[in-house]
Nanobody, 128 residues
Framework: QVQLVESGGGSVQSGGSLRLSCDVS????????MGWFRQAPGKEREGGAV???????SYADAVKGRSTLSQDNAKNTLDLQMNGLKPDDTALYYCAARGGTYRPLSLLLQWSSLFRYWGQGTQVTVSS
């Protein structure tokens, strides 16, 4: 059974940084895609960043230049380092995974329904 568990959320002031972590268990796909999505109150879920098993990445414009994905295959973790946080970044952040590759990778940012596995989310709150 695949399980994704997020951690690292919290409350920070504008301009601060957070590192979100996703612990993955029960995942046996040799080819896969993983990503971070977020959902703010009253808004639809939106893609933040995605990565595939080969290490290719794609970032949404809203976080590009301020966020960096990193995966540790030995530890089965996917981290999202976020810098220069803004109040607009306030949201519940979800880790997601799917088997297989996808091209172009950027389309996965728009279609969260293509991800089969989801974590419960970790809250990020940025105050001005």
């Amino acid at each position: 059974q695949v399980q994704l568990v997020e951690s690292g959320g919290g409350s920070v002031q504008s301009g601060g940084s957070l590192r979100l972590s996703c612990d993955v268990s029960g995942y046996t796909y040799s080819r896969y895609c993983m990503g971070w999505f977020r959902q703010a109150p009253g808004k639809e879920r939106e893609g933040g960043a995605v990565i595939d098993g080969a290490g290719s990445t794609s970032y949404a414009d809203a976080v590009k230049g301020r966020s960096t994905l990193s995966q540790d295959n030995a530890k089965n973790t996917l981290d999202l380092q976020m810098n220069g946080l803004k109040p607009d970044d306030t949201a519940l952040y979800y880790c997601a995974a799917r088997g297989g590759t996808y091209r172009p990778l950027s389309l996965l940012l728009q279609w969260s329904s293509l991800f089969r596995y989801w974590g419960q989310g970790t809250q990020v709150t940025v105050s001005s």
